[in-house]
Structure formats: structure tokens, C-alpha cells
């Protein structure tokens, strides 16, 4: 169903298109636009000049601040039109200049943001991107097509990930960094071609991971840096010897099928 809400609050110099679905109490500031195949959730805010097309769903009580574009066609000269979408999760906070595409036909058709993300001024999230859910992207931080986010990822300001790169769960990037591979759940990964350094320490003391669950991970780290055989060679003798959950979902990560390498620890 399209139309909007009688809740809603619409600046008299906004365009919403026909078709549109515009929710319970959300607020659509000065010269936004809403394009016709958008629906936007309850409470959701739109500051002004804001673009929102193609499309696109935005959760509940996302805010998206001014001059973001969300919803455009792909960056791929690939793309020849078909209908594609970008689904946009709840509680976003997605703030100036930020970019988000919709999907393309060879990448699934869907880009998928989660739920609690928080995307600073300037950052980009290409087509048929996977982001988890409390991700944050730090200004002007590039997620290219094709790449899988877990949850609670950091990346730091001015850095890129190269396409098709996976980056698991609760792993940080630093500053100014391009990551070219694969990084593992927990990793650190810092310095300007994307070193893995080291695992998230402040982001696990940070969520209440137990003291022995770290002491688990600091082992499995050493043993994939330094063990006998290949890297997979490691991590398939680590599933088989580890009892910590944490430790297990790194292994999963790395035996999964990626279209990318590792970055392997330094």
C-alpha cells in the first residue's frame, strides 16, 4: 500500500512521488526528495536535502542526515537497468554526504543494510553490499560491490575494501587502510595495504567477552601465525581441537567458500 501516513510530517517543500509509503510519524525535512518505489518506515527522518530512491526500504527510526543519496542505481557499467533494491535496516544513523546503492542482477539484486549502523559524513556502500547489523562506517570510508560485513564491524576514516572481501564479526579496521582480502572474525587489521595485526581486544573487553574466551582467541591467533602446514591446514587442526565458540566461528569464517584470499596474521 502507498500514500502517507496522516502521522507523518512533510515540509512544504518536499516532493514525495506517487507511490511512495511514507509511515507512522516519520518527519521529511526542507527540499527532500522521496522517489515513487520507496517505503519508509515508522518514525523515520529525512533532514533536509535528502535523496531517497530507487527501491528502497528504510527501517524504523532510521535518520538520515542532509545531502545523503540513498537508493541510486549501481556504480557498474554492467548494469542495465533491471529493478533492483536496497534494503536499509532500523535505526540507522546515517549522516551528510553518505552514498548507498541498490543492487545488480549478477550480485543477487539486493543491497542489505542491518539494523543500529552508524555511517559517518562521506561514506559509500556499493551495490549488493551485506552489512551486519551495529556496523560503523568512519568518514569517508568505502565499502565496494559484493562485500559481506559481519555484525559489529568497525572501519576506520579514508579507507577501502576491495570487492567481493569479506570482513567477519567484530573485527576493526583501521585508518587510512585498504583491505584487499578477507579478514577474520575479532582480527585488527591496520597499516595502508591492510595488515592483520593482532585481534579487536578493546572491541571483545568491550562487549564482555570472558577472560578465558580472550585467552582462547590469543592462542588460536598464535597457532594460525605460526603452526605447521598452510593456513588452512591450521585453522582445520584448530576446529578440531578448540572448545571455545569464539574460536569456532573464526575457523567457520575461514573454511566458508570466499571469491578472495586471507589477510593472514603478521
Not at 551485506?130 to 559481506?148: E, S, T, W
Not at 576446529?239 to 574460536?247: A, C, I, K, P, Q
Not at 573454511?255 to 593472514?264: C, G, H, K, N, P
Amino acid at each position: 500500500m502507498s500514500g502517507i501516513d496522516p502521522s507523518a510530517t512533510v515540509h512544504p517543500s518536499a516532493v514525495v512521488e506517487a507511490g511512495a509509503t511514507v509511515g507512522p510519524e516519520c518527519h521529511i525535512g526542507p527540499f527532500s526528495i522521496v522517489g515513487p518505489d520507496v517505503t519508509l518506515g515508522h518514525g523515520v527522518v529525512l533532514k533536509s536535502h535528502v535523496v531517497v530512491t530507487g527501491w528502497t526500504e528504510i527501517g524504523d527510526e532510521t535518520v538520515i542526515f542532509p545531502f545523503a543519496s540513498i537508493g541510486e542505481i549501481p556504480q557498474d557499467l554492467k548494469f542495465a537497468g533491471e529493478r533492483t533494491r536496497l534494503i536499509v535496516g532500523k535505526r540507522n544513523r546515517i549522516r551528510e554526504y553518505v552514498t548507498m546503492n541498490t543492487g545488480t542482477e549478477g550480485g543477487g539484486g539486493v543491497t542489505r543494510v542491518g539494523d543500529d549502523g552508524l555511517f559517518m559524513a562521506g561514506c559509500h556502500v556499493a551495490h549488493d553490499a551485506q552489512i551486519g547489523n551495529k556496523v560503523i562506517l568512519v568518514n569517508n570510508a568505502a565499502v565496494a560491490g559484493h562485500c559481506v560485513l559481519g555484525d559489529e564491524v568497525i572501519v576506520g576514516g579514508q579507507s577501502g575494501i576491495h570487492q567481493w572481501v569479506r570482513i567477519g564479526r567484530g573485527a576493526i579496521i583501521g585508518a587510512v587502510t585498504m583491505v584487499t582480502n578477507d579478514v577474520m572474525p575479532y582480527g585488527l587489521v591496520q597499516a595502508p595495504r591492510g595488515e592483520l595485526d593482532g585481534l579487536n581486544l578493546v572491541g571483545l573487553k568491550r562487549r564482555g567477552v570472558s577472560r578465558s574466551d580472550i585467552t582462547a582467541l590469543r592462542a588460536a591467533f598464535q597457532m594460525l601465525a605460526q603452526g605447521e602446514g598452510t593456513f588452512m591446514d591450521r585453522a582445520q587442526r584448530l576446529g578440531d581441537e578448540t572448545d571455545s565458540v569464539y574460536v569456532k566461528e573464526i575457523v567457520a569464517f575461514i573454511l566458508a567458500e570466499s571469491d578472495r584470499s586471507f589477510l593472514t596474521p603478521s
